[in-house]
């Protein structure tokens, strides 16, 4: 039986592995457009190749309906063991899961090695066209010629990232093939915000982000904060953008608590000792300058003669510092796209309900993840559910 997978991302090669080691007869075959495999592997975790969650959680994805029982069949265990199954040694850094070399280019080297002793075949810059059914099995167009496949298996990824290959120019081709598509979104990306500060462009600062549906509270984290000139970016802000792009709100507020250890009250009583023994340029002790001057002018404190209620404005301000969202920053710079193929027109194994034998894993199923390891724990999963399929 021939296998095609359209697609060299991690879920594509490691579809290609196990559904190679479940049926060694088979043949599989990669096609891939780039003249790499797996190009957005070497990006993640700054490089480091963030792998894996080991205190995943459903909530942690769009659809925790369908996480919940992948990840009661497949705990971090099982998935840690498939993973080692290819080469693959893993271990807790950083507070993550990280191949043990902590590289991610070692680590698809790993996978390609596996790939190679396994008998997969790999077919690099060859662009997939369209297909179309043909007897038992389906015709395959790509701009080298027509192969014919029993199986085929769609691991294309998204829309985010186009300059490592994810680009989303294969959507049309499957909605033209019938498949409902999710609307495509940035999500994990900087954010674009009303009224930016360009003059913070650069800064950093830790604190407790919420995001804010009117007065409802729809997300929260604690992270590191990074100004720029059109808004802000960091891990946070990316998950951030994420909970937004995922109820596609037209409007939300983004607060920043500077310092989450200290209540209103506590906060006030340290600007108040910060003044009394550092004098006008206190806070300066507790912020970087334009920040410190940011928050001077906007709350209205009185330099030179500060009163009670200056305390208290400035507290507040520091404690609730406002922005309004506009926009993700755009798929060129997100690490994952929102949406895409439907889970309606798939089956538990991620089969297609509309052409068997046709299978879509990993991004582009409208399935996303949080920052951490939990797109590649989702690319993991879905490749290990459809090749348990029985052939």
């Known amino acids: 039986m021939a296998v095609t997978v359209i697609g060299g991302s991690a879920s594509g090669i490691y579809y290609a592995l196990l559904i190679k080691k479940a049926h060694p007869a088979f043949e599989v075959t990669i096609i891939e ?29 769009n659809h925790p309906e369908i996480l919940q029982p992948l990840l009661e069949e497949f705990p971090f265990g099982e998935l840690k063991k498939t993973l080692e199954g290819f080469g693959i040694l893993v271990g807790e850094m950083k507070n993550g899961i ?5 590289s991610a280019s070692s680590t698809v080297a ?28 389906f015709d395959i167009k790509t701009d080298r010629g027509r192969y014919h496949t029993d199986i085929l298996v769609f691991a294309t990824g998204g829309a985010s990232s186009p300059k490592l290959g994810s680009d989303g120019n294969l959507f049309p081709i499957f909605k033209a093939h019938g498949y409902r598509i999710e609307e495509l979104r940035p999500g994990l990306c900087p954010m674009k915000v009303k009224e930016p ?34 808004g802000l970016s960091g891990i946070a802000i990316f998950n951030a953008v994420s909970a937004i792009e995922r109820k596609n709100l037209k409007e939300a507020t983004i607060s920043l608590d500077f310092f989450p250890d200290y209540d209103n009250s506590d906060m006030q009583d ?60 755009g798929f060129g710079s997100s690490q994952v796209s929102l949406g895409g193929v439907s889970l309606q027109n798939l089956d538990g194994n991620f089969e297609s309900l509309i052409e068997k034998g ?31 399929r029985a052939f």
């Open 110 to 137: 790993t996978l390609e090695s596996a790939l190679k002793k396994a008998g997969v075949k790999v077919r690099l810059l060859e662009k997939f066209l369209d297909y179309e059914l043909k007897g038992d099995g």
């Open 197 to 230: 500060y360009p003059k913070l462009d650069g800064l950093r600062h830790e604190a407790k982000l919420k995001v804010l549906d009117g007065k409802e509270n729809i997300y929260e984290e604690v992270g590191e904060v990074l100004f720029r000139k059109f």
């Open 33 to 61: 457009k780039e003249k790499k495999l797996a190009r957005k592997v070497y990006a993640t975790g700054n490089g480091h190749c963030n792998i894996l969650s080991k205190d995943i959680k459903p909530t942690d994805f």
């Open 270 to 329: 340290k600007l108040f000792e910060g003044r009394k023994i550092i004098g006008k340029r206190f806070l300066y002790s507790f912020f970087e300058e334009p920040l410190a001057n940011l928050l001077i002018k906007e709350s209205g404190f009185d330099y030179d003669r500060p009163d009670a209620p200056d305390f208290i404005n400035l507290a507040r301000l520091i404690k609730n510092f406002r922005l309004q969202y506009l926009a993700p920053e």
């Open 358 to 388: 046709v299978f879509f894993i990993g991004e582009c199923v409208d399935i996303d993840g949080f920052c951490g390891g939990y797109n590649l724990t989702w690319a993991l999963l879905s490749a290990i559910k459809a090749s348990q």
């Open 98 to 102: 990280y191949p043990l070399t902590y």
